[in-house]
């Protein structure tokens, strides 16, 4: 039990830059969450639902995360920050990474019988804050929810989804990309400036000046007609 959680730990501290220690880690509002949800799950099929509930209220009154006791979770889960809502019927995969107020949100089933109503959350998934994944949808392995999107569409594997209506961003890299992503959020360009493109666009503009200059000198008319005219004009604008 205790290997089991050192690697939970460390899985966090993987995807979490912030955490010093993993006794850091211990304080956090998700892990104590999904600790009480742990509880609140086995009473649950146990068929105690009373008991079941009293933890989940107990757990979301401490570290304002709402988990119900009949939802699913797989290993290395991790809600960094809190104010989360997880219905009943949800499924979350192994090493799901989501940020603070999320929903998994559920439908109102037009005849009443309640059944699978929340969203199925695949392996290696991370959603944004702030976003909302509603209804009975699969969202596969290693998708991208962006902030504050709304997904009610199924989420195909390794896609990004943004908007309100939430879309497929239809970045090339999502088809292979296995590492963990910040934030849900890809970004093609680099961090740091790149050098050589940097000295790319410094020659590119230093062309287009000479061809300027070239064409200045070929056709000399034009060019004194040009200075003319915006000459008056911004004599006209004063």
Known sequence: MFDRLTVYLDSIRARDPAPRSRWEI????GVWALFWHRVAHWLFEAELFFLARMVNH??????????????????N?????GF??????????????????VTLGGTNPTNGVGGKRHPTIGNNVIIGSGAQVIGPITVGDRARIGAN?????????GATMVGFKARSTLVPVETYM?????YGTPCDEPCEPDPSRIAA????????RAELD?????????????????????????
């Open 26 to 29: 211990l304080l956090y509002p």
């Open 214 to 238: 070239s064409l200045r000198k070929a056709f000399p008319a034009a060019t004194t007609e040009v200075a003319e005219h915006e000459r008056l004009r911004s004599g006209t604008q004063d």
């Open 201 to 208: 666009l410094e020659k590119q503009l230093t062309e287009m």
């Open 77 to 81: 889960f991790f809600i960094d920050h």
């Open 149 to 157: 999107a709304v997904v009610t569409d199924e989420v195909a594997e």
């Open 58 to 75: 107990t757990s979301r009154f401490l570290t304002g995360i709402d988990i119900h006791p009949g939802a699913s979770i797989g290993r």
């Open 84 to 101: 989360s809502v997880i219905g009943e019927t949800a499924v979350i995969g192994n090493d799901v990474t989501i940020y603070q107020c």
């Open 178 to 182: 296995r590492e963990f992503m910040p």
